[in-house]
């Protein structure tokens, strides 16, 4: 019976030694894709995978992972074995991928379609065209509050956020500095245009933790973008900040009572980076089918992001799912933009170090 | 050896084997053999845990203090500076490598590698660099001191100098002391860092208190748990210790899921509290994503690594010296403690060393339930290799880390020994 | 553990009120482990006991997140990549785990202290420094993001325990059986397999199930090394709590608290076995 036993045993670890080989080596014509998850990715999958892969064939690999995606990539790179073919990322992570040197220059004018009024890719796209970089969406990361928690008076700017006697509940508030000092100055006073020049110095900073600690107690912080939303539909915390996208997902498309507050929005640019090697015919291929100005105007279909191009502006109809106009939602709208901060890189690449050790010093007090 | 080969009968007094080789030479010849088929036997697990473990720990711990960024992207300034007294500024020389260099790196694409090193030091370095680097490209002959001070006024501090100076060596105590809250002042002497950046001393302090916490509580509730576990009938205590096991044997992510579920706001445990009143539904209790959060879900995740050596040595205390110490006259909580307990200490050493080493590198239950209040040092070294990407400084934290680990793994093993780990 | 016939009233109540203490304990060690399975068979998506479960009545329960689960590619994939894992790391380690620790019963194994402690060390070194470790130096030789670079270290944490439970059934192994095998004329290989392995196959084989529990609940490695095509169970489950947990997780822990009943029965009854064998073996 032992015997029977082993002998099955080392068949089966065989078989199975013999059946992992091939899946481990397994490749298909396919690209593989890091992007934030969520209601973004969707919204990328229908807009630009689902199309791309009916026209070419080639299967896309979704991987969430852009959260950590400097890190990712950087890793790959040293240990050259990059496996993620295009990464959706922040322009401030891109500035400095690119000074590293661990993703691809872009030639934009030579890789992407021109606009269809015949405008070349660099007139046609916002200003923030990075040297490595292919902006694809500007979004706002802004407060968002549970109207069911505040009985008709609703908090309206960043103040009110700062509040706490007058509008009850936690805050939640991602875990980074950038956003939530700009915010804390905002609700000590400073005008959303001077925030930068107030941060640049030391005095300055020190101003911004002294009005976040008037509601430490009060936050509960969040790390993922999907967090945000469901703290505010579960009635964890009252107002919170987060990406516009999402709430609008949770607002629009779930049903929540969710308002957006678009006082001092934090606008910011998200795109496309290549990982270094990793610029190849069909990498091209995609970029120059998933930024040209349809693709662009059809993913505000369905989330409220605004496209990178001009060109794509006027194309923005209306939400796919609930027929909702999409363009007051959009943080590009004039109306949403009277107080908005655009959110500094180049700052925030320079002082992102230690201002973030200052930040987790401050939150481990 | 060699003479042995023809042995002659026994002229001298020396024992000899049946093949009359002396009974000393082949005895050691046969242990010599034995050892080295015993080492044969260890060698592919060994040479396996040395490049696939020892290695990778050996790579992180060199990290830690060697840090050759500037001296591989700019080889003959790291040089030159290294020479260089450090007094002032430094000679034209230097400057016309350092331009030469930058320049050359902005073609190759690295200058980040470099800036982003600075930076760590020197809020600022990344844009001062890069756009040093592009705007050389303008600048085609010297002197390139005046053309540098020209392009940006940092290039005439000579506090700017003396960093890259310092950083330029390739081996560095600066992430060490940087894992300690300390820094290199302008003058390159040791000082601590602003109070308001200390977060490292803070963390190390916490992490070892709720460790020691942590190992206070599993002792406390597995205590009583194995004492009855160790005294009831084999099969009552056979069906008892399932409730032991089964944990033990369950996913880690499924306990602090669990734990998520029970504990917060709106969970399992808040809601029977509002149901009983002990608490108004708009007053529920904060117990997740902070210190306690990660307490409670550490203890019960770490509790049978407390019961199941406990219940061990437990087990084989003899039930008669309780007994003989009672008829002596002692009162029960007296011979309980001072014959007892004093049986237990082996189970209880090897138990709190296995759960304080587990606990004081413990990642996943703080980063799920710990909140801020409740983060360890784990979840900053996890912070520094994905997020902030300074490696050098998660492997500065790892290794302080490690030497402590190590340091009372070495005295469990004194104490206990390492093949008394007992398993199931 | 009756009451002593002499005992008091003082020693009574402590009696009864340490049985309560313990039955809270118990209580706590298993409490999180009952209650996310019927959680799990929740027909909304809340963590919470609907008013319909408490009331037992059928609507408030269905099996739509074990649906989820099951009509999900990634869970599958996950599924997958898990058993990949940790079948071929249960296999490596289990092997030469064994070998090792016959090397390591010798009685004239040289350094042997030594030798112990750096092949029990993955155990003993916290998991995020093995994983810092192998994370930078996995990255430098081309082997994260890779099934060889996460098989290798599950390979690694695996060993510790197949030569804890392997050595622990040599100590009571007759080394003269051995010896008179090779006096019967087999050759090593087949004293191997034919005295040896099956007289130790009970530490082997619950080292290998300890290996391989190893394998499929470990995380934090393959949070920092795996790459999008091995993404494993637990990792999944890390990401969907980091997120939004869904019911659907508590499906997938309630498969996995059977998983660990099954395994858990295994190593009772191989107790078993291995205790009724050791009453045959001449000592």
Redesign the interface.
């Known amino acids: 019976m032992n015997h029977a036993f082993k002998t099955t045993a080392v068949a089966g670890v065989t078989a199975m030694g013999l059946l992992a080989a091939p899946a481990a080596t397994f490749a298909a014509e396919s690209l593989t894709i890091v992007s934030w998850g969520g209601a973004y990715e969707e919204s990328q999958r229908k807009a630009y995978y689902e199309p791309y892969t009916e026209m070419t064939g080639t299967e896309i690999t979704q991987v969430s992972k852009s959260a950590n995606g400097l890190a990712g990539v950087r890793s790959q790179v040293e240990a050259g074995n990059v496996t993620w073919d295009v990464v959706d990322m922040l322009e401030g992570p891109a500035i400095r991928a690119c000074d590293e040197g661990i993703i691809e220059p872009i030639d934009h004018d030579e890789i992407l379609k021109p606009a269809p009024n015949g405008d070349s890719p660099s007139e046609d796209f916002i200003p923030e065209l990075g040297e490595c970089f292919v902006p694809e969406i500007l979004y706002a990361t802004l407060f968002a509050y549970n109207a069911e928690m505040f009985d008709g008076d609703n908090p309206s700017t960043v103040k009110d956020v700062w509040n706490t006697a007058d509008y009850p509940g936690k805050r939640s508030l991602q875990k980074i500095p950038a956003g939530n000092l700009e915010w804390a100055l905002m609700a000590d006073g400073v005008d959303h245009e001077e925030v930068y020049d107030v941060l640049d110095s030391s005095d300055g900073v020190g101003r911004a933790f002294n009005s976040l600690n008037k509601i430490k107690g009060d936050v509960v912080w969040w790390s993922e973008g999907a967090q945000p939303p469901q703290l505010l539909a579960d009635e964890e915390v009252s107002i919170a900040t987060g990406y516009n996208g999402r709430f609008f997902n949770a607002q629009v498309v779930e049903d929540q009572p969710i308002e957006i507050m678009w006082d001092g929005q934090l606008f910011e640019v998200d795109g496309w980076v290549v990982p270094q090697g990793k610029l190849t015919d069909e990498v091209k291929q995609f970029l120059r089918f998933s930024t040209d100005t349809k693709r662009l105007a059809d993913q505000a279909k369905y989330i409220s992001y605004g496209p990178a191009r001009h060109s794509s502006a006027p194309m923005v109809g209306k939400h796919k799912e609930t027929g909702v106009e999409m363009s007051p939602h959009m943080p590009t709208n004039p109306e949403n933009l009277k107080t908005a901060i655009p959110k500094d890189a180049v700052f925030w690449a320079d002082k992102g170090d230690s201002l973030s050790e200052r930040f987790n010093a401050w939150l481990a007090m | 050896m060699a003479q042995h080969e023809s042995a002659t009968p026994a002229a001298d007094d020396v024992m000899r084997a049946a093949d009359g080789k002396p009974l000393k030479d082949s005895l050691r010849r046969s242990m010599r053999r034995a050892k080295t088929k015993a080492l044969l036997l260890v060698a592919p697990l060994g040479l396996f845990i040395l490049f696939s473990f020892a290695l990778p720990i050996a790579d992180m711990v060199k990290r830690s203090f060697y840090s050759p960024e500037i001296q591989n992207v700019l080889p003959e300034t790291a040089e030159l500076l290294g020479d260089w007294d450090g007094d002032g500024l430094p000679p034209e020389q230097i400057y016309a490598t350092f331009a030469k260099e930058l320049a050359q790196a902005d073609e190759n694409r690295n200058v980040g590698v470099v800036s982003q090193r600075v930076n760590y030091v020197m809020p600022g370095a990344r844009s001062l660099f890069s756009g040093t680097a592009r705007k050389l490209g303008n600048v085609d002959s010297g002197p390139y001191k005046p053309a540098m001070i020209e392009i940006d006024e940092d290039w005439g501090d000579p506090e700017v100098w003396s960093i890259l100076k310092r950083e330029a060596y390739p081996i560095t105590m600066a992430y060490y002391l940087s894992a300690v809250d300390l820094r290199y002042n302008a003058a390159g002497e040791i000082e601590a860092v602003a109070s308001y950046m200390q977060i490292y001393q803070k963390l190390f302090w916490r992490t070892l208190w709720m460790s020691v916490l942590i190992t206070v509580m599993t002792i406390l509730l597995g205590f009583p748990v194995s004492y009855l576990l160790a005294n009831l009938p084999v099969r009552t205590s056979n069906l008892l210790m399932i409730l032991v096991l089964l944990p033990f044997w369950t996913s880690l992510l499924v306990r602090t899921s669990s734990w998520i579920v029970i504990l917060q706001s709106e969970g399992v445990l808040n809601d029977v509290l509002v149901t009983f009143g002990i608490f108004s539904n708009d007053n529920r209790p904060q117990m997740i994503y902070n210190k306690i959060g990660t307490i409670v879900g550490m203890t019960h995740i770490l509790l049978p690594f407390m019961i199941l050596p406990l219940y061990s040595v437990m087990k084989g205390i003899p039930p008669s010296y309780l007994r003989a110490a009672r008829s002596l006259g002692a009162n029960p909580v007296v011979a309980f403690v001072r014959v007892y307990v004093p049986q237990t200490i082996p189970g209880i050493g090897a138990g709190s060393i296995l759960v304080f080493i587990l606990s004081i590198g413990y990642y996943i239950t703080p980063a799920l339930i710990g909140g801020s209040s409740g983060q360890l040092i784990s979840n900053f070294i996890a912070y520094h290799m994905q997020q902030s990407l300074n490696w050098h400084l998660a492997a500065a934290l790892g290794s302080i880390l490690l030497f402590v680990v190590l340091g009372l793994y070495y005295i469990y093993n004194k104490l206990v020994g390492a093949d008394a780990l007992k398993l199931g | 553990?009756g009451i002593?016939i002499?005992a008091g009233r003082l020693?009574r109540t402590w009696y009864y009120t340490?049985?309560v203490?313990?039955g809270l304990?118990?209580f706590?060690?298993?409490?999180?482990?009952v209650?996310?399975v019927p959680?799990s068979f929740n027909a909304e998506p809340?963590?919470?006991?609907t008013r319909e479960m408490l009331t037992l009545d059928p609507a408030g329960f269905s099996l739509r997140w074990y649906q989820e689960f099951l009509n999900s590619e990634q869970w599958m994939e996950g599924i997958?990549n898990t058993f990949?894992i940790a079948?071929?790391s249960t296999?490596l380690a289990t092997s030469?785990?064994t070998?090792?620790a016959?090397?390591?019963s010798?009685?004239?194994?040289?350094y042997k202290?030594a030798?112990?402690?750096?092949?029990?060390?993955?155990?003993?070194?916290?998991?995020?420094?093995?994983a810092?470790?192998?994370?930078?130096?996995?990255?430098?030789?081309?082997?994260?993001?890779?099934?060889?670079g996460i098989i290798?270290?599950h390979?690694?944490l695996g060993?510790p325990?197949v030569?804890?439970?392997v050595?622990?059934t040599l100590v009571g192994f007759d080394q003269t059986l051995v010896r008179a095998s090779a006096n019967l004329g087999a050759d090593p290989t087949t004293t191997f397999?034919k005295v040896i392995?099956?007289l130790i196959?009970p530490g082997v084989i619950?080292g290998a199930l300890?290996a391989f529990?190893t394998s499929?609940?470990e995380?934090?490695i393959v949070y920092?090394i795996a790459?999008?095509?091995q993404t494993t169970v637990?990792l999944k489950?890390?990401?969907g709590?980091?997120?939004?947990?869904s019911p659907t997780?508590?499906a997938v822990?309630s498969i996995?608290?059977g998983l660990?009943?099954i395994?858990?029965t295994t190593?009772e009854l191989i107790?078993r076995r291995n205790e009724r064998l050791r009453g045959i073996v001449p000592q």
């Open positions: 553990m002593p002499y020693e340490y049985r203490i313990c304990i118990f706590f060690l298993i409490t999180p482990i209650v996310i959680l809340y963590f919470t006991f997958k990949i079948i071929a296999f030469l785990g070998i090792a016959l090397g390591l010798k009685p004239y194994m040289p202290n030798i112990m402690a750096l092949l029990i060390s993955p155990m003993v070194v916290p998991l995020i420094i093995s810092a470790g192998m994370y930078f130096f996995y990255s430098s030789i081309g082997l994260s993001s890779t099934y060889p290798l270290a390979t690694a060993t325990f030569i804890i439970t050595t622990a397999f392995m099956p196959a619950s300890f529990i499929v609940d995380i934090v920092f790459g999008p095509d637990p489950m890390f990401s709590i980091r997120e939004e947990i997780i508590l822990a996995l608290v660990s009943i395994l858990l190593l107790r």
